[in-house]
C-alpha cells in the first residue's frame, strides 16, 4: 500500500510537472507570435503624413482643453523630453480656456503655442503630426475622422465616440489612412492585464467561462456635478460650435457645458464614462477580445442624488447600470458601474481550469478544485507600469514611431465600444440586443431589427 501510494504521488507530479512545461512553451510561443504580427491582426493601409523615424520629435496639437484635455497637456509636457515630443497648438470652444492651456504650455520656457477656436486649423499644419482629442463624446469621431484624414495620428478619449454608427466610421478610416489611434482608457497600459491575456491565450486557465468587474463611485451630491466657472458665458463660449452634431436644441446652458455627462443628448452617462475604464482591460485581458454576440444591461436612477446640488437639474442618465455580455466563444462578462455607492465586484476572469484575480500590480492564478492535481497556483507581483495616463501616452508615441498596434487601438476600441453602445440601447430600450459583426446589424432576440442610436434617435437627443 505505501509504494503504491507513492507510485500514485510520483505519478501525479510527473503528470503536473509534463503540463506546467506543457503551459509554458504554449506562452512562449504565443508571446513569440504575439511580437510577428500586430496585436489582434491590425491592418497597415497606405498612410498619409509625415513618415516618422525612431529619433524624429513627433509635434502634438490638443482639441478641447477642459480638465481632461489639460491633464493630458501637463502629462505630456512635463514628460516631453523622454518622449521627445514637442507641443504646438491647442483649440477649445472657450476663449478662457484658449488663453489658459496656451500659458501653461508656454511658460517655463516651453516655446511658443498657437490658440485656435476651429479645430480644422491645427489640420492644415504640416508641422502637426497627431492630435490628442479630449473633447466632449459627441465632437470624438468628428475630430478623429478629420484628424485620421489629414495624415494625423490620433489620441481620442473614451468613449470613442457617442454613438455606434460613428464608432465604424472611425474604424474604417483608421483602415483606409493606416494612422495609429488609441482611446484613452489609460488601465490598458497597466501591465498586469497583459500579463492575463498572456495567460489567457496560452491556454493555462483552460476555456474561458465568465469575467466580471465594476467601476465604482459614491457621490452624495451627484457624479459631474462640477463646479461652474464664472467667465462660462455665452460671450465666452462658441455655443453653436460646442453643441455640434446635437439635434436637440439647447439654449446656452453653463450647466450642460459643465455637468454634460448627466444628458443624454452628449453622453451616456456611466457607461460613457466610468464603464471604458473596466471594460477596456477587461477584454483586452482575455487575450482575443471578441465582438459581442448578445448584451442584456439595466440601469436605475433610484437615490437622486442631483437633490443635494441646489440649481442643477435631475440627470437624464442611470446611477448605477449592469451589463451582462455574452460573446461568440461562449464567454461572458459582468460589467457594473454606479455613482451612489464605491462597493465594487473583484476583478477576475474564469477558466474551465483555473481563476484569474487582478488587482494592483499583480495577477494570481488560483485553479479550480477538480484541477488542483494538475495545475499549481501563482501569483504574478510588481506587474509595472501600472495605471497612469503618462504610460498610456508614452505606448501612442511608441507606436507612431513603430507602426505597431497601441494597447488601446482600434480592433480593441471598436469591439469595446459595440459593447457599451448596445449597453446603452439594451438599458433605454427594454429588449436583449443581439450584434452580427458581419453585417453590423442589431436585432432582438425574436429577429426585429433595431435601427443604431444616433442623434435625434428620440426627444432626449
Not at 504575439?34 to 520629435?57: E, M, W
Not at 478641447?64 to 497637456?73: E, L, R
Not at 437622486?304 to 442611470?318: F, I, Y
Request: charged share 25%.
Amino acid at each position: 500500500m505505501q509504494n503504491s501510494a507513492l507510485e500514485t504521488l510520483a505519478g501525479r507530479a510527473s503528470r503536473r510537472e509534463f503540463i506546467k512545461k506543457s503551459a509554458t512553451a504554449a506562452a512562449t510561443v504565443a508571446a513569440v507570435n504575439q511580437f510577428k504580427t500586430p496585436v489582434y491582426g491590425q491592418a497597415q493601409a497606405p498612410s498619409t503624413g509625415r513618415v516618422i523615424g525612431a529619433n524624429d520629435r513627433i509635434v502634438v496639437g490638443f482639441v478641447g482643453v477642459g480638465g481632461q484635455g489639460m491633464a493630458h497637456v501637463r502629462s505630456i509636457k512635463t514628460n516631453s523630453g523622454d518622449n521627445n515630443v514637442a507641443l504646438a497648438a491647442v483649440c477649445d470652444v472657450s476663449k478662457t480656456r484658449i488663453n489658459e492651456a496656451k500659458a501653461y504650455v508656454e511658460k517655463d520656457g516651453g516655446g511658443k503655442c498657437d490658440g485656435e477656436a476651429d479645430y480644422r486649423k491645427l489640420l492644415e499644419r504640416k508641422d502637426i503630426d497627431a492630435i490628442c482629442c479630449s473633447t466632449v463624446d459627441h465632437w470624438h469621431a468628428k475630430v478623429s475622422i478629420d484628424s485620421l484624414n489629414a495624415g494625423k495620428h490620433i489620441y481620442v478619449e473614451k468613449p470613442m465616440t457617442r454613438y455606434l454608427p460613428e464608432a465604424f466610421e472611425i474604424y474604417d478610416t483608421v483602415k483606409k489612412t493606416g494612422k495609429v489611434l488609441q482611446v484613452g482608457s489609460q488601465g490598458c497600459s497597466d501591465v498586469k492585464w497583459h500579463k492575463a491575456a498572456e495567460l489567457c491565450k496560452s491556454g493555462k486557465i483552460g476555456p474561458l467561462v465568465l469575467g466580471q468587474g465594476s467601476y465604482m463611485r459614491n457621490s452624495p451630491k451627484g457624479e459631474w456635478n462640477y463646479g461652474i466657472q464664472a467667465w462660462a458665458t455665452a460671450d465666452d463660449i462658441d455655443w453653436k460650435s460646442w453643441k455640434g452634431p446635437v439635434v436637440q436644441n439647447r439654449p446656452f446652458s453653463a450647466d450642460d457645458y459643465f455637468r454634460w455627462r448627466k444628458y443624454f443628448p452628449y453622453c451616456a452617462g456611466l457607461l460613457g464614462d466610468l464603464f471604458p475604464h473596466r471594460l477596456h482591460p477587461l477584454m483586452l485581458a482575455t487575450g482575443n477580445p471578441e465582438f459581442p454576440k448578445r448584451v442584456v444591461c439595466a440601469g436605475s436612477k433610484h437615490i437622486h442624488t442631483d437633490k443635494n446640488t441646489p440649481g442643477t437639474p435631475e440627470r437624464d442618465v442611470p446611477e448605477m447600470v449592469s451589463s451582462v455580455v455574452e460573446f461568440p466563444s461562449g464567454y461572458q462578462l459582468v460589467v457594473c458601474s454606479s455613482t451612489v455607492s464605491e462597493q465594487g465586484l473583484r476583478d477576475m476572469i474564469q477558466g474551465h481550469h483555473a481563476t484569474l484575480y487582478m488587482g494592483g500590480n499583480r495577477v494570481e492564478l488560483k485553479p479550480e478544485r477538480p484541477f488542483a492535481e494538475e495545475l499549481d497556483g501563482e501569483v504574478f507581483d510588481n506587474l509595472l507600469p501600472g495605471e497612469d495616463i503618462k504610460w498610456h501616452e508614452k505606448n501612442w508615441f511608441e507606436c507612431i514611431r513603430s507602426g505597431k498596434a497601441p494597447n488601446a487601438g482600434i480592433e480593441l476600441a471598436i469591439r469595446v465600444q459595440t459593447v457599451v453602445s448596445l449597453s446603452e440601447m439594451s438599458d433605454r430600450l427594454g429588449v436583449a440586443c443581439l450584434f452580427d459583426e458581419k453585417t453590423r446589424k442589431i436585432t432582438t432576440e425574436n429577429g426585429r431589427e433595431l435601427k443604431p442610436f444616433t442623434y435625434g434617435w428620440d426627444a432626449k437627443s
